[in-house]
């Protein structure tokens, strides 16, 4: 797994993330505001979503080596329930947090533990939780923060790296490419860039040097924050630049590996 964050700033990031997404929440008009990038949630679900999600992945890394999540932090995701006023949400956000960023804490990043992705290019350990939830939590602010009427863009650092983990964790995968190979390549304007292949042997992502080389099947081109929320499908595609085949996109966002 190549990542250019260590352990520690992933768990600083982790902590910056959420405090901005519990200042929207203790901030947001109300807490029964639509979050357009998820139709069918409120603010007070996407709270919901995000806090038992950190519940939910720091008894995942507290558990340890597993082929599948604990069975009672599975109930307990799916019984959850959340404060109703403001003040004890925020108050539940925070600790839900604090649980998450202990348990990976105690484990080191190199502990291992279940994880739903295929481990191809993002290891199923605690470091490669950390690097997810940094993601989840970015993403998840930035749609909180719409549904108050006030987005951000994504932090910089956050971006160039959440797009090389998108593609290593949510993409990356043995099972083949059901359509002829092919290859996506992603240009942030701030001067990293990334190729997808997929053929036969699966998905897999590696670096790029520069633009140039071999002409890809499609390109986008943007701000590394715009790639991260158009691949997070929170921005459309006429909101970065697409060179060659768009249509590619939409396989591959259809696209169901076997694992």
């Known amino acids: 797994?190549?990542?250019?964050?260590?352990?520690?700033?992933?768990?600083?990031?982790?902590?910056?993330?959420?405090?901005?997404?519990?200042?929207?929440?203790?901030?947001?008009?109300?807490?029964?505001?639509?979050?357009?990038?998820?139709?069918?949630?409120?603010?007070?679900?996407?709270?919901?979503?995000?806090?038992?999600?950190?519940?939910?992945?720091?008894?995942?890394?507290?558990?340890?080596?597993?082929?599948?999540?604990?069975?009672?932090?599975?109930?307990?995701?799916?019984?959850?329930?959340?404060?109703?006023?403001r003040e004890a949400l925020v108050a539940w956000l925070d600790e839900s947090t604090n649980l998450l960023l202990g348990a990976l804490r105690e484990a080191g990043p190199d502990a291992g533990c279940w994880a739903w992705w295929?481990?191809?290019?993002?290891?199923?350990?605690?470091?490669?939780?950390?690097?997810?939830?940094?993601?989840?939590?970015?993403?998840?602010?930035?749609?909180?923060?719409?549904?108050?009427?006030?987005?951000?863009?994504?932090?910089?650092?956050?971006?160039?790296?959440?797009?090389?983990?998108?593609?290593?964790t949510c993409v990356a995968t043995p099972s083949a490419w059901p359509h002829e190979p092919t290859t996506f390549d992603f240009h942030a304007a701030e001067g990293r860039s990334w190729r997808l292949t997929v053929d036969g042997d699966g998905a897999r992502t590696a670096r790029l040097p520069a633009e140039g080389a071999d002409a890809p099947g499609v390109s986008a081109h943007a701000t590394a924050g715009e790639l991260v929320l158009f691949l997070y499908d929170r921005l459309q595609a006429d909101s970065v630049r697409i060179d060659g085949d768009a249509g590619l996109f939409d396989l591959l966002r259809a696209w169901e590996p076997e694992e």
């Open 1 to 85: 797994m190549q990542n250019d964050l260590e352990f520690s700033d992933l768990l600083r990031l982790i902590d910056e993330r959420s405090t901005a997404f519990r200042a929207t929440v203790a901030a947001a008009p109300g807490l029964d505001a639509k979050v357009p990038t998820c139709p069918e949630w409120t603010l007070i679900d996407l709270a919901q979503h995000l806090g038992g999600g950190d519940r939910f992945w720091a008894a995942i890394v507290g558990a340890g080596p597993a082929d599948a999540p604990p069975a009672e932090a599975v109930a307990e995701r799916a019984a959850l329930t959340v404060p109703q006023e």
């Open 118 to 168: 295929s481990g191809l290019q993002t290891p199923r350990t605690a470091g490669g939780v950390a690097r997810h939830r940094v993601q989840e939590t970015a993403v998840h602010t930035y749609d909180a923060q719409l549904a108050a009427g006030a987005p951000q863009p994504l932090p910089a650092g956050v971006a160039l790296d959440g797009l090389e983990e998108f593609l290593f």
